[in-house]
């Protein structure tokens, strides 16, 4: 692998965890079919585990619809390829603003993302999620 197909893979898996953060802040799930292999499985501890990208659309939506608008920011990511398959993490920052009997009021969470990633012939997928969180803060409702 040249330097250069190293770098274009590093970047293509970087903009596919920084999608993630984008299609939950426009509440556009479908995306997801587009970050998520079709079995992956996905435990976000604390919050759900999962089986299957349309499980994990599913726990999402339920999620953040009880949410007025939501922010999830993403940084210190890191990536090491090996071949066709990658290992990644990111840390997390996300504030979800409460609606409802909940408006005005925030919850904010601090964790951590840890990723497997494949390359599939649609490019490359997330097969496997954890979210580790590290500290949470706030109540706006959330079940």
């Known amino acids: 692998m040249t330097d250069v197909n ?33 079995d992956t499985h996905v435990e976000y ?21 009880q949410c007025a608008e939501t922010q999830h920011m993403l940084s210190n990511i890191r990536i090491k390829l090996n071949g066709d398959t990658a290992t990644a993490s990111c840390y997390l920052q996300a504030i979800h603003v409460g609606k409802g009997d909940h408006e005005g009021q925030l919850l904010t969470i601090w964790g951590e993302y840890l990723d497997e990633v494949i390359l599939t012939d649609s490019g490359w997928r997330i097969s496997k999620r954890q979210l580790r969180t590290i500290f949470s803060q706030g109540d706006v409702g959330l079940r």
């Open 45 to 65: 501890l604390g919050i759900g585990d999962c089986h299957g990208c349309d499980a994990v659309k599913g726990l999402v939506t339920g999620v953040l619809e």
């Open 6 to 38: 190293k770098l274009l893979m590093l970047r293509e898996i970087e903009d596919l965890i920084l999608e993630y953060a984008i299609a939950l802040d426009r509440k556009d799930y479908d995306l997801l079919d587009n970050i998520f292999t079709p």
